[in-house]
């Protein structure tokens, strides 16, 4: 974990020291430095690039601890042991600076008590940190003060965590497993415990408590599987001697069936065995009255999808506490449980029922938290029922706390404000100035969205703006994929905002992703009708608006997020600015359709290689770029965009995702406000047809290699083709237009073949790319 923590830290251009301890005479940082080689080999990968493993540095404990001297921060990782913990406090403490801030990552000691092994002059700045695993993907971070923290200290690394990290921070109480693990885990446990009771199958259950319920697809037991059984066992353990006096201590439990899986060595995904197994190209789950892996035959019962066809939870409710259904009862139960022990701990456990909810979203993946579903599916009518069931033997006989049952109290969230059970009223959110980067932060029930004033709108964006003087352009397609509705609203977008705005930014505030590239569906169906005409007329547009955002009289920003694929790489190529999150996937992957960029996208490369080729030869640029577009490479991170060259050197990127719109905003104020001129239009330098023989060469080794097929052979010429600006002698001066016309030719003669059509339909209809 502490070198994950590190190799987040380096993501985010942190030099961050990754102490261990000491090895042989011969290799004192040999632990520390494995520690860091093994980072290269994670799935899913904890860096961003391969570059950034420089910027951690490996230490030991018996001869670098006065590196500590330097550290703003010091974040101990080492095994939950509380001896251990203390023992290197008082290793480290002579030297941490008087400024340091210390923290420990625990999933669940007492920071009370860790405390006491430090200095008192170092234990204001102390408390304790949780990164959720894996910490470069997980947004929850919980930061747990104990009774003498220093406010400061919590503000400084709540901000830092918040803006420099881009975490989610929850200010959590000191209480074992804290908020996301207290709920998570007992959540999970219910969910076992139920299931047994109920005699629902693994596979059953998992199909009803992933996305059909709002959570993610591995749902129970695959997440358990993935977390590992060991040690989800050591947690389950931790809070079965921890909270021996909760009043549901007795479900804090592993099955039967588990416990001997594990003592069996089936711990889950890393031993490739456990609740599932992988058997040849089948995945099997475990049966735990035959004791054996079996085929998975999950099937919701017709109640369950009668039920779901309801969009209101409250109704939703109603049929689930009523049905004899086995099915939903096991999801009422469930789901009254957990609202129960929510509202039951909240006190104990958090500031606010906003914690627990953005804790359980950001944390394990659940589209709503407890207390927003509760709310949504009418308050007192569940809590009514939690009442009037506590005396059924599966349930439990703790009361409600008063709040949650006066007549006066209608859910945990009004009118944007959170229950704080503390002082009885509703709270706001923090008044950590951090925040006032997030214009649309992670919002919760009754929080408004404000979402500025329309200037223009069509069936494809909307054009809005919060200042009247930057225009913020947001798609409105599924996925913000670019089709004709699309290309028609840009354009007279960007018209707009070139005679009323000083500056334009392309945000998308409905999908999680920026765009994956053009319409397919409109491409397919102009295909089945003939019509090359309209495809012609189509690119020509694309190209047209792309080239309208790099040379509008205003500056343009585009805001990415996630996925940036395709035409909607082009795109983004051709703003005057990008603003990128840390997590955006960049890249041109025509190919896998059977097409090349042809939104301009080739000939932006052909370009950026020209200005490259003044530090070296032009054929190493664009044979990097032409390997690029073959293989369909998508960057892993906004850093490795920048080494792909789909971003800039003088693009910023937003560690929080929240922050993109506040950012991109501020660019572009700032380039309008020193005079912003458009580029000019420059000729540049292509390698021509003996550029063209040197890819065919190295297509000729990567289909005999079998890393392409005979078809991809045939779009890596035509992508050779139009990136060494076609059969024109090595140096040839070219311009944007010949490049525009190229891609477009070879656009629509790969537009003819049947494999590409069959790439686009298969596309379609499975989301995964054919190779035929």
């Not at 334009?504 to 019509?531: H, M, P, T």
């Not at 690029?628 to 060259?645: D, G, T």
Request: net charge neutral; charged share 25%; with cysteine.
């Amino acid at each position: 974990m502490g070198a994950q923590i590190a190799a987040h830290l380096a993501n985010q251009g942190i030099q961050t020291i990754l102490f261990d301890l000491a090895g042989d005479t011969n290799q004192p940082n040999a632990i520390s430095e494995n520690a860091i080689k093994s980072l290269e080999k994670l799935k899913p990968p904890p860096l961003g690039a391969a570059t950034v493993i420089q910027r951690i540095i490996p230490a030991n404990y018996d001869h670098h601890l006065e590196l500590l001297k330097q550290c703003d921060l010091v974040i101990e990782a080492i095994s939950e042991r509380m001896d251990w913990k203390k023992n290197l406090y008082k290793k480290i403490s002579p030297y941490l600076n008087d400024k340091v801030v210390l923290a420990s990552n625990t999933s669940g000691l007492s920071i009370e008590q860790l405390k006491d092994g430090l200095p008192k002059v170092l234990q204001n700045q102390f408390c304790g940190i949780h990164f959720f695993n894996p910490p470069r993907y997980m947004k929850l971070v919980e930061i747990i003060p104990h009774s003498s923290t220093s406010q400061d200290i919590i503000s400084q690394l709540e901000s830092f965590l918040v803006s420099r990290l881009g975490k989610g921070v929850i200010i959590a109480k000191d209480t074992p497993n804290f908020i996301g693990n207290r709920v998570g885990v007992f959540s999970l446990l219910s969910v076992l415990y139920h299931a047994e009771s109920l005699n629902i199958s693994p596979d059953l259950v998992d199909a009803l408590t992933g996305p059909l319920i709002g959570r993610p697809k591995s749902a129970t037991f695959r997440t358990m599987d993935v977390v590992g059984l060991d040690t989800l066992a050591h947690v389950v353990t931790t809070m079965s001697t921890q909270l021996e006096a909760d009043p549901w201590s007795n479900r804090f439990k592993l099955p039967n069936w588990v416990q001997s899986l594990i003592e069996k060595g089936a711990l889950g995904q890393k031993a490739k065995a456990g609740i599932y197994k992988k058997e040849k190209d089948e995945i099997r789950v475990f049966d735990a009255h035959d004791k054996q892996y079996r085929k998975i035959h999950a099937e919701l019962s017709q109640a369950v999808k009668d039920c779901f066809k309801e969009k209101s939870w409250e109704t939703r409710f109603s049929m689930m506490s009523t049905s004899n259904d086995k099915q939903l009862q096991f999801l009422w139960r469930t789901f009254r449980d957990l609202f129960h022990y929510c509202a039951y701990h909240l006190k104990e456990i958090a500031n606010t029922a906003r914690d627990v909810d953005l804790a359980m979203r950001w944390g394990y993946g659940w589209e709503q938290g407890p207390f927003e579903i509760w709310q949504s599916a009418n308050w007192h009518k569940i809590a009514n029922q939690i009442s009037a069931e506590k005396q059924d033997k599966e349930a439990i006989e703790a009361i409600l706390p008063a709040w949650a049952t006066k007549a006066t109290f209608t859910g945990a969230y009004h009118q944007g404000q959170s229950y704080d059970p503390h002082s009885d009223q509703y709270e706001p959110r923090s008044d950590n100035p951090v925040y006032q980067r997030q214009i649309f932060p992670d919002r919760v029930l009754t929080e408004k969205h404000m979402d500025g004033d329309t200037l223009y709108e069509n069936e494809g964006v909307r054009l809005w703006t919060r200042d009247k003087e930057i225009g913020i352009l947001s798609f409105k397609s599924k996925k913000n994929c670019i089709g004709d509705e699309v290309l028609i609203g840009t354009q007279e977008a960007i018209l707009r905002a070139e005679k009323d705005l000083k500056g334009l930014v392309i945000w998308q505030n409905k999908e999680a992703d920026f765009s994956v590239g053009a319409n397919l569906v409109q491409v397919k169906e102009a295909l089945e009708v003939g019509r090359y005409d309209k495809l012609e007329h189509a690119v020509t547009e694309f190209q047209k608006t792309a080239m309208m955002l790099r040379y509008a009289s205003i500056p343009t920003v585009c805001a990415l997020k996630g996925l940036v694929l395709g035409g909607g790489c082009e795109i983004a190529m051709h703003a005057t600015r990008r603003v990128a999150a840390f997590e955006s996937y960049v890249g041109l992957v025509e190919v896998s359709v059977g097409l090349l960029p042809a939104g301009g996208g080739t000939k932006e490369l052909a370009r950026k290689a020209y200005q490259i080729s003044r530090y070296c030869r032009l054929d190493q640029p664009v044979g990097k770029f032409f390997e690029q577009i073959v293989k369909a490479q998508v960057s892993a991170s906004a850093n490795e965009a920048k080494q792909l060259c789909y971003l800039e050197e003088s693009d910023f990127i937003c560690a929080n995702e929240n922050e993109l719109l506040f950012v991109a905003l501020e660019v572009a104020k700032n380039l309008a406000s020193i005079g912003y001129a458009p580029p000019v239009s420059e000729p540049f330098a292509v390698l021509g047809k003996a550029g063209i023989a040197n890819m065919q060469t190295m297509l000729v080794n990567l289909r005999e290699g079998e890393f392409i097929t005979d078809y991809e052979y045939l779009i890596g010429q035509q992508i050779a083709k139009v990136l060494c600006g076609s059969t024109v002698e090595s140096g040839s001066i070219v311009n944007e237009d010949w490049m525009l016309k190229l891609e477009r030719d070879a656009l629509l003669e790969l537009l003819h073949h049947d494999e590409t059509q069959e790439r686009i339909k298969h596309m379609l209809k499975t989301g995964k790319p054919l190779r035929n």
